[in-house]
């Protein structure tokens, strides 16, 4: 063997190239022969058109960097305070579904023993009231959530999945009246069809459509918490909420067709008597209450996760937003 040390200059062969998962690619920004650029760009901070300004200047509108706004969609180059304004919204979120859990059990125990010491009906209401708080805490950190983006005020799409959430929580706030009181509506189903009065249908119907506003909302809402993985940029995330998206519209989809044989069965059923035997819409009613009740499990752990995620990936992205800002 040769007792002479290794030639430094000598290299070693490259490294077979990884496969990695391509980032969000920055925007290419059209510079003209002049050195300014070429095409339609809003500032980040006021949503003034920098188009003709040189990349190196300064927004004349607000003073803001240019380069801040040509870096792309990436959360960590766009205006903080919007970022921090996402963190603040999941915090929110979450903070309204692990209360709604606990307000849920407490009010179940409540109208139990108030059924069972025989309270008028309206101390069963008055309890079932609470469980508004955790769903305005939701509506408002979902609300937070959707808040525009100062960068990209001047892009104009009519509908988008942040504004038709936005659209649905206004009208679930103003059916919820309805989710508080319309319980007789569905009271009324195990009652022969001749029982229910005109009013009963018409809360039916009324809590069916907000219920299709709620799911709507939801998959909108889920959808656009994808688009803003990708601005981390984390594709993973943006997939796992598409998919949990996906999971809450079948869910509602199943509900509507159970809800729907609910309807037309039922009636019929209590006002026939006790059956010899189960009939098979009832076996398809319980069928579809359990792939429901399992499903929705799923779905609504799935997504409780996924929002612990994103509320830390957010903070992540508006400290560094900060920090660039800042410098």
Known sequence: MSDQPPNPDRTKPAAPPTQRTPALPISAIDIDQAGRIAQDVPCRAC???????????????????????????????????????????????????????????????GIAMLTN????????????????????????????????????????????????????LLAQLAATPLELFGGTGFNALGNPVTAISLTDSMIIMAAVAAGVVSLVGRVAGLWYLGQLALRLPNPGLAKQCRIVAAGHLAIGLLGAVVTV?????????????????????????????????????????????LLFILHHRFGTAAAAARERWNS
Do not use: H
């Open 47 to 109: 949503g003034y058109n920098l188009v003709g300004l040189a990349p190196s200047g300064d927004c004349p509108e607000c003073a803001t960097a240019i380069e801040r706004s040509i870096r792309g969609e990436l959360l960590q180059f766009s205006d903080p305070g919007w970022v921090k304004r996402l963190t603040t919204g999941v915090l929110w979120i979450i903070i309204g579904s692990l209360s709604g859990i606990v307000v849920g059990i407490l009010i179940a125990f």
């Open 117 to 168: 010491t025989g309270a008028p009906t309206i101390a069963t209401a008055l309890v079932s009231c609470i469980g508004v708080v955790p769903a305005l805490m939701i509506l408002f950190g979902a609300w937070v959530l959707t808040t525009p983006d100062p960068g990209q005020t001047g892009q104009t799409r009519p509908v988008t999945a942040r504004t038709l959430t936005r659209w649905c």
């Open 261 to 305: 044989v609910a309807i037309v069965v039922l009636p019929g059923v209590m006002a026939a008597g006790p059956p010899a035997g189960v009939p098979g819409s009832m076996l398809l009613l319980a069928g579809g209450g359990c792939v429901m009740g399992l499903g929705g499990l799923v779905v609504g752990v799935w997504a409780l996760v």
